[in-house]
């Protein structure tokens, strides 16, 4: 389950940069939604984060 959250945000924030650097205000919005999800998986991540 934590590989599959980290995999969430590292797509989110590749989503992110590709659509801000490869589309810039075409997209608008939804890069910024992207972000905030990613941050969102990441401070998750770091709340629930149990060591093996």
């Known amino acids: 389950m934590r590989d599959i959250i ?3 945000v590292v797509i989110l924030i ?3 940069l ?4 490869g ?3 075409a ?3 939804l890069i910024h939604i ?3 999800l990613a941050i969102i ?3 998750y991540r770091l709340a629930t984060g149990r060591r093996p």
């Open 14 to 16: 590749i989503g992110w």
């Open 23 to 25: 589309f810039g205000e």
């Open 18 to 21: 590709v659509g801000y650097f």
């Open 27 to 29: 997209v608008g919005s």
């Open 41 to 43: 998986g990441i401070l």
């Open 6 to 8: 980290w995999l969430i």
């Open 34 to 36: 992207l972000l905030v």
